[in-house]
């Protein structure tokens, strides 16, 4: 597991954390404070890659997921 785990996942449309990204910040330059334990909040932003961002991490009192 410790070989294949990754801090991110990319593919041509979608870029998968754990937590959330830095949207002016390449994937390559994140630190894993920003991947692991920073929430997203309703006023974040896209990601300068123009990919969709997926994350959890952030519950939402509603029971759906956010979609910003």
């Known amino acids: 597991m ?3 785990c ?5 593919t041509d449309a ?3 954390v ?10 390559a330059d994140l630190k894993p ?3 692991f334990w920073e929430f997203l909040t309703p006023d974040a932003q896209p990601h300068i890659s123009g990919k969709m961002i997926i ?3 952030t519950s ?3 029971g759906r997921p956010l979609h910003l």
């Open 2 to 4: 410790e070989d294949d």
């Open 6 to 10: 990754r801090d991110w996942w990319e």
């Open 14 to 16: 979608h870029i998968f």
């Open 18 to 27: 754990h937590a959330g990204l830095a949207p002016a910040v390449p994937l």
């Open 33 to 35: 404070l920003q991947l």
């Open 55 to 57: 994350c959890g991490h």
């Open 60 to 62: 939402q009192q509603s």
